[in-house]
């Protein structure tokens, strides 16, 4: 009795010495980093849509770099964070396996792993025989209103096509294609190029769109898909004059000396 | 002879002392035109600017001399119709190329500047006024206002969001000419181009006499006025030596295509960060690269080509 009195004495102070080993440990760590950071997140094309979260990939060299006036990103150190590969692209024979990668879209969309499951999800009485509707222009509901203002009169089109022109109609987290078959969210160009054929063309050959990484031809790229830069459900969007939507810009230049504004450039010149 | 050796030895002694920024400098002194050097005196300076620099920056910097690859040529294209005006590739470009980023004056260096320009509208109530007044008008009423487009740029445009209704943008640096006219004036012949394309600069041998800057006209040379302030903590520790170094205090300095990294078949940094895809860059040579099929199948301007300056830089527009 008395021996266990004494093991179990010698565990409870060794226990305590080692508790307030790691515990002075702990305490020493936050001063070591000085004071943790909330972690810095930057968009690449399209804000609230191509979020990256920076980290260092090695000791002082970040994945990404941050405009802390625009949140924007501004500096890769990895062209290829974060990427999977494009999958079968046709056009793209050409390219060796594994050096056209992508960034997942799946990840960015948050009611992704919803749509197939809660409400689109093909089983239950209301979807036997399919309850499909009538015409291509059905009353929209509030839910999916909520989700896309314009739906009543999607501008995507200008009035001209409805959601399962591009949605599949039973498999609700997948895209479709001209066939009826069903296309990955990750991979948008399969079906937008079924319309923008001139542009699916100039992507294919790297006018169109973004690629970073290697510049070689057959090189390892990242290629930026349509959805990273186009918001489909948006295409018209207030004062833009282009595809693109608005953005704030980086600062500009530093003024010449003693010079207080900028307003000469606004003059024209001299007349005569 | 006796004061040459003398030289030689303190230079000897001074290479051997622990002030890296003290022995490299003086041994920098003896330092051929970059153009001229052999192989190992390639490789003696680049020891002695990592050293340096790696003391001076407190992380170890590389200093890259890979010469230019067989069969590349660097060509540059960018779509004006799409470019934005949000100066991302200014601000990528001073990230990448240690440019001095001080506030006072002088210590901002900036290699790309993105010019706006006006899309004014033809006005009917000037349809009939303009110089002399009414006795045959020979300047239109509509000449200096932005009626269609104007030319003179703004660069210190500040909107809340870009792109603007009655804006276009276009985006300028060092166009990399084939008949470079900075390289003609250069007294030191320290600025030249290499045989991948991209003019660069031996900032060793650069006097500062700025007649390069006078001479280009994209306005793409920038000088170092001041010593430039480049942090620690923000240097970019890949460098190369006709490349983005740090540079010092009376030097010229301007767009290389990101030699550290095309030399080694990486995008510019600028490429990578515009948010449009405006930019694009490859192999002239190769005809599947996507500069060679913008030439093939766009509509493509040089800037002032008047100038027969053959920029390998291409406007284009779709
Ligand atoms: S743009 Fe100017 S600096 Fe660049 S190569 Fe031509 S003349 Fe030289
Ligand atoms: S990053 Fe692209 S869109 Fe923005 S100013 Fe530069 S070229 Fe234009």
């Given at each position: ?34 004071a943790?950071?909330?972690p ?23 994945n ?23 999958g ?83 498999k ?27 542009k ?73 | ?15 051997m ?15 051929k ?96 006024h ?16 932005p ?105 010229v ?12 078949d ?15 860059f ?18 493509v ?7 027969n ?10």
């Amino acid at each position: 009795m008395r021996k266990l009195a004494i093991v179990t004495l010698v565990l409870g102070l060794c226990g305590g010495a080692f508790y307030a080993v790691s515990a002075a440990e702990k305490a020493a760590e936050p001063a070591k980093e000085a004071a943790p950071k909330a972690p810095v997140e930057c968009f690449e094309s399209r804000k609230g849509a191509s979020e990256i979260t920076q980290r260092d990939i090695k000791p002082g060299w970040p994945n990404v770099k941050c405009s802390p006036k625009t949140g924007a990103a501004l500096w890769y150190g990895d062209p290829y964070d974060g990427t999977v590969p494009m999958g079968k692209m046709p056009g793209l024979e050409n390219i060796p396996e594994g050096h056209a990668v992508i960034k997942p879209r799946t990840e960015k969309l948050a009611l992704m792993p919803m749509c197939g499951v809660s409400c689109h999800n093909g089983v239950g009485p209301a979807f036997n025989p399919p309850t499909l509707p009538k015409d291509k222009k059905p009353k929209p509901n509030p839910t999916m209103e909520a989700m896309v203002p314009d739906l009543a009169n999607l501008q995507h089109g200008r009035g001209r096509i409805w959601c399962m022109d591009c949605h599949h109609t039973t498999k609700r987290n997948m895209l479709v294609d001209h066939f009826g078959d069903p296309v990955s969210f990750d991979q948008p160009q399969l079906l937008c190029g079924k319309c923008h054929g001139d542009k699916l063309r100039d992507w294919r050959d790297g006018i169109h769109g973004k690629r970073i990484g290697s510049f070689a031809s057959t090189g390892k790229k990242r290629w930026f898909t349509c959805t990273e830069c186009h918001n489909p459900h948006n295409v018209q969007d207030g004062a833009r004059n282009r595809g693109f939507a608005q953005l704030q810009p980086e600062a500009s230049p530093q003024l010449p000396r003693g010079m207080k504004d900028a307003s000469h450039e606004k003059l024209h010149p001299i007349p005569h | 002879m006796l004061s040459v050796s003398a030289l030689m030895g303190s230079a000897a002694l001074m290479t051997m002392s622990d002030d890296a920024k003290a022995s490299t400098e003086w041994a920098e002194h003896f330092q051929k035109n970059y153009r001229l050097m052999t192989d190992e005196e390639k490789a003696e300076a680049r020891t002695r600017l990592e050293r340096r620099y790696s003391s001076e920056y407190g992380k170890k910097v590389a200093v890259d001399t890979t010469g230019p690859q067989p069969g590349v040529l660097m060509g540059y294209a960018l779509n004006v119709r799409k470019c934005i005006g949000c100066r991302r590739c200014v601000h990528a470009c001073v990230e990448e190329n240690n440019q001095s980023r001080g506030t006072r004056p002088g210590e901002k260096i900036e290699w790309i500047q993105v010019l706006r320009m006006e899309r004014g509208e033809f006005s009917k109530d000037k349809m009939n006024h303009g110089y002399p007044e009414g006795l045959g008008i020979q300047v239109g009423g509509n000449a200096y206002t932005p009626a269609g487009q104007v030319l003179e740029g703004q660069y210190h445009y500040n909107p809340e969001a870009v792109p603007e209704k009655d804006a276009t943008y276009m985006p300028i640096a060092c166009m990399q000419c084939e008949k470079p006219p900075c390289v003609k004036v250069c007294p030191v012949r320290t600025t030249y181009r290499e045989a991948d394309g991209p003019v660069v600069i031996d900032y060793n041998w650069c006097i500062g006499c700025k007649m390069c800057m006078n001479a280009c006209p994209y306005w793409a040379r920038r000088f170092n006025l001041t010593k430039p302030v480049l942090p620690k903590e923000e240097m970019n520790p890949v460098t190369h030596y006709l490349g983005n170094r740090p540079r010092m205090r009376g030097v010229v300095e301007k767009c290389h295509w990101c030699l550290q990294r095309t030399r080694h078949d990486r995008y510019p940094a600028c490429v990578e960060v515009c948010p449009v895809g405006a930019r694009k860059f490859g192999n002239l040579l190769d005809p599947e690269s996507e500069v060679s099929k913008i030439l093939e199948r766009k509509n493509v301007f040089r800037l002032k080509a008047e100038l027969n300056t053959f920029p390998k830089f291409f406007y284009f527009y779709d």
